[in-house]
């Protein structure tokens, strides 16, 4: 079992940035593959980012690659999403999602799905004005 608590959400300017951390409880944060997924009113939870158990591999939806970074830091149990160059269509309330999965080997789609996750965080609401 894991608590997610993300923080960090707020509202900015368009092109501006904000850093997202999700805090986990739970001493077997490093054996969690963690995702970030959004979801904005009236549309369906999407895919943001996702990052391996050592950080060594991530993955990004194609609308924020090159302006969203994920990364995490296994000795604070903390999971972050760099946002910058924001744009309005990047509102939407954040969340942070944990993994535990039985194989080491994981396709790539896999970590795109919400239901590859058990665990998710409250959410934190990020608004980009225009």
């Known amino acids: 079992q894991v608590q997610l608590v993300e923080s960090g959400g707020g509202l900015v300017q368009a092109g501006g940035s904000l850093r997202l951390s999700c805090a986990a409880s739970g001493r077997t944060f490093s054996t969690y593959v963690m995702g970030w997924f959004r979801q904005a009113p009236g549309k369906e939870r999407e895919f943001v980012a996702s990052i391996s158990w050592s950080g060594g591999t991530t993955y990004y939806h194609d609308s924020v690659s090159g302006r969203f970074s994920i990364s995490r830091d296994n000795a604070k149990n903390t999971v972050y999403l760099q946002m910058n160059s924001l744009k309005p269509e990047d509102a939407a309330v954040y969340y942070c999602?944990?993994?535990?999965?039985?194989?080491?080997?994981?396709?790539?789609?896999?970590?795109?799905?919400?239901?590859?996750?058990?665990?998710w965080g409250q959410g934190t609401q990020v608004t980009v004005s225009s």
């Open positions: 999602a944990a993994a535990s999965p039985l194989s080491t080997y994981i396709p790539p789609q896999a970590v795109r799905l919400a239901s590859f996750y058990a665990y």
